[in-house]
Structure formats: structure tokens, C-alpha cells
């Protein structure tokens, strides 16, 4: 009796794990789309219908070793020295709130101030517990660090893998000061030599230790760099990097380090000069994650300088698939589990709705005929000149709207000013949100470093100070 108690136990967790998408995820992105506003539940909306969204890390570590203008962490962050034990607790507690409201997998960022500061052992072990928590981590970088150090990240004391996947988030741009060997950079095409670097290291990772890597490319934005965002996409695209990320600056973290009017940059502006350095459009339409003033996204495939978008708002065939494959496999996941779940999962999916078998190979014809075809695609390959990118612009807001938005949507209430209502509506739509176990509570980005940053960085200070006191 007991044997066969244990059988249908294992059994119906064994049906549980292989459901094409876990309950969980399914309970989490139906509370995702049940809070959204009204105004960005539209068809293209992948939030809370595909996921629930990005996560982050914060208090974990909020010194960095550059200088930035802008830079959105508070001023008191450089005060605060860097503990690994610290960094571990945080990073467990703030993982294990997000696993238990936002479902078993998501992607969050290891970021703070920089990450490279902790050391590679504590740094692994920040992962490891991200992991644990069902979180895909990418940790967020200004890329300054050697190779040594990535290899001590990686390796374990015996020279064995700790990790298959890597992720990083690597900041270029000529407004950081400090950089080895680009203390002042004078443009950002000073800095393409260092952005091929960085790549290059993961590249060598790969080919001595196995060890594969998803890497993203951050840039801020603020007029003085605007008419180089062309030339840095078009170096950028060229690089072995999967993500081409961008955010114009906002007046946000240490006021010290304003030194322009960011207003005059918009994200039109922005994405104008990525399509310019791209050197052809980039629909972004069919896909949307959040709101469309705050998030503007395309992913797709790119053979030998030619992008073919996965979804073209503009072909009626494309859009009809994305509808279809969201209601039938929305909050499906493919990463942190075995291959024998994974297959099982999608045959399972396929045998449920064996027509999207045929839309999604349809899909797959469309995408490679905007490439050029599968002559090219071929060629791409053989000239490793084909990979998935991603283009991304993230445009954050001003703290002056974001402090009496948030003050406002904590007692129930709409502003009748029209830009704190703006504000209001793009914070309850807000894609990138971090852990507040403390207070329940689940913050979005510009909350926390407009609102939260500075006290929590004050706090800090007592708790973490750059000189310990010894007897």
C-alpha cells in the first residue's frame, strides 16, 4: 500500500512539472493581467500573458568603482562597502518573495551597483541562490573587469564548471568615467574596442571551458550622445551580442550628476537612430511588453546584416499566429529544467493543439524569407553572421513625477495633474519590478530609485560602512 502511495505521488508530480505551463506560472501571470491598467491590455501585451515580467536586485551592493552622468543610484550608494555575506542574504530573501507571488521562473537581474566588486565566490553563490529560486540571472556590469576574474566566476576551486550559462548586461557609453585605459572618453567609438573585448571573453569562455553566455549591450542616452547611437548600434551588430539595450536618461538617483536637459531626448528619438544604425526598420509593434512610453522591443532573426523581426505588425498572418500561440502556450518556459521535462512538456503541448504544429512552421517560412531566404540563411550560418537579436529601449522616468505617482497610488488615489496621472498609469504597467518581502510589496524600477534609494542606502551606511571600527 505504501509503495503504490508513493508511485501516485511521483506520478502526479511527474504530471504537474510536465504541464506545458505550470500552474503556478498560470496563477501568476492571470494575477499579472488582472492588475494591469486598461489602456495596455491589447493584443500585441505580453505581460501577464506570456510573462510576468523582469526582476531585480536592490541594496544588494550599491557601490560602483565609475562614475556615470547620470546615474540613477543615490547619492550615499559609493558610502556603502561591499560584503558578500550581505549580498547573499538579501539576494535569497528578495528571490525566495519573488518565487512565491511571481511563479517558478523569471528572468531577474543581479544588479546593484557594480557587480564585478564582489568576489567571484559570492558572486557564484548570488547566481546559485537566483537559480534555486527558478530565476534566470543575468548580472548587470560596466564591463571593466578581466578575464581572470570571469574565469574565477565560472570555475570552481578545481577548475570544474560551476555553470553551463552565463548572462551579463555589459554598460558602454561615453558619459562613464573611469574605465582602464578610457578614463574620458571623448566619443563612443573610443569605447569599441572595449566593447569587443568584453565579448571576446565569453567567446574564449566558451571554447576552453564550454561554458555558453547570453550577453546585452546597455547604453544611456542623453543629447550630448545621441547622434552616435547610430554608429553604436552598427558596431554593436557586428559583435557577438544577443541584446541591444538602450535607455534615454532620466532625473533619477544623485542629482550631483545631471548635467544636461534629458527631456529633449524621447524615445522616437532614440529608436529612430537604432533603425538608422541598423540600416532598415525594426517593427516593434507586434510585440509589447508593458507600456509602449516606457518599453519598446523587437527580437528576431539577423543573417549577415539583415534582421528579420519574429512578429511584423504589418503581415495579418503574424499577428493571428501571436494570438493564437499566446492563448493556446502563454507562460510556457523552456530554461531551468531537464531535457526529458522539456520535451514532455512540449509534445504534451503539441498533442493538446496539433494545429499550431503547422502555424508555427509557417511562422518559421515567413521569418526566413524576410532573412533573405534559406540560401542566405545558410550562407549567415557558415559565416557566423546569423543569431538571434533583440533591440530594447527602456525609458525611465523623472523622480519628480515618479515620488507623488507612487505616494498616490499607495492610498488608492488618481492625480488630476496629467503628467503624476501619466506616471501612475506607467508605473501599474511597469514591466521591471523588485522584492520587497518586508512590506509584501512588489516595486517597480523607477520607484525604487526615485522613492526608496535613498533611505535604503542611509540604512546601509549603519549597516555596511566603508571603515569598520575595530577595538
Not at 532620466?250 to 529612430?272: L, Q, Y
Request: proline share 5%.
Amino acid at each position: 500500500m505504501e509503495a503504490a502511495i508513493v508511485i501516485t505521488d511521483l506520478l502526479r508530480d511527474l504530471e504537474r512539472r510536465t504541464r506545458p505551463v505550470h500552474p503556478e506560472s498560470r496563477a501568476a501571470m492571470d494575477a499579472r493581467w488582472a492588475g494591469l491598467p486598461d489602456h495596455v491590455k491589447t493584443p500585441n501585451q505580453l505581460l501577464g500573458r506570456s510573462a510576468v515580467g523582469c526582476e531585480g536586485t536592490h541594496g544588494v551592493f550599491p557601490k560602483c568603482n565609475l562614475t556615470c552622468t547620470p546615474c540613477y543610484h543615490s547619492a550615499e550608494a559609493n558610502q556603502v562597502r561591499v560584503d558578500g555575506g550581505h549580498t547573499l542574504r538579501e539576494v535569497e530573501r528578495q528571490m525566495q518573495y519573488l518565487r512565491s507571488v511571481r511563479g517558478p521562473r523569471a528572468h531577474a537581474q543581479l544588479i546593484g551597483g557594480e557587480v564585478s566588486l564582489l568576489d567571484p565566490d559570492d558572486h557564484a553563490a548570488a547566481l546559485a541562490v537566483m537559480r534555486a529560486n527558478g530565476r534566470e540571472p543575468m548580472s548587470m556590469t560596466h564591463g571593466d573587469f578581466d578575464y581572470a576574474y570571469l574565469l574565477a566566476l565560472v570555475l570552481d576551486a578545481k577548475g570544474e564548471r560551476r555553470f553551463d550559462r552565463v548572462s551579463f548586461a555589459a554598460h558602454f557609453d561615453s558619459l562613464m568615467r573611469g574605465r582602464r585605459g578610457a578614463v574620458r572618453p571623448r566619443s563612443e567609438a573610443e569605447l569599441d574596442p572595449f566593447r569587443s573585448k568584453f565579448a571576446r571573453m565569453f567567446a574564449d569562455l566558451q571554447q576552453e571551458h564550454g561554458v555558453r553566455s547570453y550577453l546585452a549591450h546597455n547604453m544611456t542616452v542623453t543629447p550630448s550622445n545621441l547622434e552616435e547611437v547610430a554608429g553604436v548600434t552598427r558596431s554593436v551588430l557586428s559583435m557577438p551580442y544577443n541584446m541591444l539595450s538602450f535607455q534615454p536618461a532620466a532625473f533619477i538617483g544623485d542629482n550631483r550628476r545631471w548635467k544636461e536637459d534629458f527631456a529633449e531626448v524621447r524615445i522616437d528619438d532614440v529608436w529612430e537612430q537604432i533603425e538608422k544604425g541598423a540600416g532598415q526598420e525594426l517593427p516593434w509593434r507586434g510585440t509589447q511588453f508593458g507600456d509602449p512610453r516606457c518599453n519598446r522591443y523587437t527580437t528576431g532573426l539577423s543573417a549577415a546584416g539583415t534582421f528579420a523581426v519574429a512578429i511584423d505588425p504589418a503581415i495579418p498572418a503574424d499577428t493571428a499566429a501571436r494570438d493564437r500561440l499566446l492563448k493556446h502556450h502563454g507562460g510556457m518556459f523552456f530554461g531551468g529544467q531537464t531535457r526529458f521535462v522539456l520535451a514532455a512538456r512540449i509534445l504534451r503541448a503539441a498533442a493538446r493543439y496539433p494545429g499550431d504544429v503547422a502555424v508555427l512552421l509557417k511562422m518559421g517560412q515567413r521569418i526566413i524569407a524576410r532573412a533573405g531566404g534559406a540560401r542566405a540563411l545558410w550562407h549567415a550560418w557558415r559565416g557566423k553572421t546569423l543569431a538571434v537579436k533583440t533591440f530594447v529601449v527602456h525609458n525611465f522616468m523623472d523622480a519628480s513625477v515618479v515620488a507623488p505617482a507612487w505616494a498616490l497610488i499607495e492610498q488608492g488615489q488618481i492625480s488630476d495633474d496629467p503628467a503624476v496621472r501619466e506616471a501612475q498609469e506607467r508605473l501599474g504597467a511597469c514591466m521591471y519590478t523588485m522584492s520587497h518581502p518586508e512590506t509584501g510589496q512588489l516595486v517597480p524600477a523607477c520607484t525604487q530609485h526615485s522613492v526608496l534609494d535613498s533611505t535604503e542606502n542611509k540604512q546601509l551606511l549603519k549597516l555596511l560602512p566603508l571603515r569598520v571600527k575595530t577595538n
